[in-house]
């Protein structure tokens, strides 16, 4: 509780110094709160923590939801970037819910929820398995 304080403040300062879960964390808050412009930013953030910290299954998670917000920010779910979300999910065997706490649960199931939210997926375009090929 105090480093979610402290990286509060220190967020407003420079953003550089927080961690990259922290950071991740952040956008899935605002990612949930239905912001996916903010969420974006934080996720830009915690993708540059991470990497600085050298985590590169932390990386992959958060690009698939970086994926997913640009996707919301944009209006709608098109085909080629939901391919490309499947496509991320499906390599990973985890994946940070988006709605909090933002625990680690199966991609697949993290997906699905996700689609059937947005409603992406829905319609006459083509079928999108959710299973790894």
Same mark, same amino acid.
Do not use: F, K
């Given at each position: 509780?105090?480093?979610?304080?402290?990286?509060?403040?220190?967020? =407003?300062?420079?953003? &550089?110094?927080?961690?990259?879960?922290?950071?991740? =964390? =952040?956008?899935?808050?605002? !990612?949930?709160?239905?912001?996916? %412009?903010?969420?974006?930013?934080?996720?830009?953030?915690?993708? %540059?923590?991470? &990497?600085?910290?050298?985590?590169?299954?932390?990386?992959?998670? /958060?690009?698939?939801?970086? @994926?997913?917000?640009?996707? !919301?920010?944009?209006?709608?779910?098109? *085909?080629?970037?939901?391919?490309?979300?499947?496509?991320? *999910?499906?390599?990973?065997?985890?994946?940070?819910?988006?709605?909090?706490?933002?625990? !680690?649960?199966?991609?697949?199931?993290? /997906?699905?929820?996700?689609?059937?939210?947005?409603?992406?997926?829905?319609?006459?375009?083509?079928?999108? *398995? @959710?299973?790894?090929?």
């Amino acid at each position: 509780m105090l480093l979610h304080r402290l990286c509060r403040v220190i967020a =407003r300062l420079d953003p &550089r110094l927080c961690p990259g879960r922290w950071l991740h =964390r =952040r956008g899935l808050a605002a !990612l949930a709160a239905g912001d996916p %412009e903010r969420a974006a930013h934080w996720l830009a953030l915690g993708g %540059e923590a991470y &990497r600085r910290e050298l985590a590169v299954a932390a990386l992959a998670r /958060l690009r698939v939801h970086e @994926l997913m917000a640009a996707s !919301l920010a944009a209006g709608r779910v098109e *085909s080629p970037a939901l391919v490309e979300i499947v496509r991320r *999910s499906n390599r990973l065997d985890q994946l940070e819910r988006l709605a909090p706490p933002h625990e !680690l649960a199966d991609a697949r199931a993290v /997906l699905g929820e996700w689609l059937e939210r947005t409603g992406a997926g829905a319609g006459t375009g083509p079928a999108v *398995s @959710l299973q790894a090929a």
